[in-house]
């Protein structure tokens, strides 16, 4: 009987070994993944805004009515 109970007890501790090891490396996985994908995005943040021009437009607040635009004065 004792060694029914020492198998049990292995065969217990190595399927909670087992488990462990494919929990840690599922985690491994997931932490690349996510590291690729924040990689990624600041990188193309940076390259359409380097690919919009900058412009040293200062805009006016003076909006004119429309009779104004209509009459031309």
Request: glycine letters at 2%; charged letters at 40%; a positive charge.
């Amino acid at each position: 009987m004792a060694k029914n109970k020492q198998q049990k007890k292995k065969e217990r501790e190595r399927r909670v070994a087992q488990k462990k090891l494919a929990a840690a490396e599922k985690k491994r996985v997931q932490e690349k993944i996510t590291k690729e994908s924040q990689k990624t995005v600041p990188e193309r943040t940076k390259l359409m805004t380097e690919a919009v021009p900058k412009t040293d437009f200062v805009p006016t607040n003076k909006k004119s009515s429309f009779t104004q635009r209509r009459s031309g004065g």
